[in-house]
């Protein structure tokens, strides 16, 4: 079992940046494949981006492609969203997830194959 909590969300005006961690508990940390979501006011949560176990392999929405970058560092216990060239439509609740996969180096994308979530944290920007 892993324990997550999300950490750097703030707010920033349009064309700003921003540094999300996700810092994980427990574990076989290098054993989570992990991903990024989020979810503006009403609307459905949806995925940001994802990562393997190994950090080998990603995954992004096309509405972030070229602006976000995830990475992980296992030796931290931590992952990162790296979020640069921001605008108003991110604006969001960013969760971090984690799903146990020890020996399988797949990306997961969709919610439901998540097993562990974090609380969140807020990402405003500003026009």
């Known amino acids: 079992q892993v324990q997550l909590v999300e950490s750097g969300g703030g707010s920033v005006q349009a064309g700003g940046s921003l540094r999300l961690s996700c810092a994980a508990s427990g574990r076989d940390f290098s054993g989570y494949a992990l991903s990024w979501f989020r979810q503006a006011p009403g609307k459905e949560r949806s995925l940001v981006a994802a990562?393997?176990?190994?950090?080998?392999?990603?995954r992004y929405a096309d509405s972030v492609k070229g602006r976000f970058t995830v990475s992980r560092d296992n030796a931290k216990n931590t992952m990162y969203l790296q979020m640069n060239s921001l605008n108003p439509e991110d604006t969001a609740v960013y969760y971090c997830?984690?799903?146990?996969?020890?020996?399988?180096?797949?990306?997961?994308?969709?919610?439901?194959?998540?097993?562990?979530w974090g609380q969140g944290t807020q990402v405003t920007v500003s026009s």
């Open positions: 990562i393997n176990s190994g950090g080998t392999n990603t």
């Open positions: 997830a984690a799903k146990w996969v020890l020996g399988y180096a797949a990306v997961y994308t969709t919610i439901n194959e998540y097993d562990y």
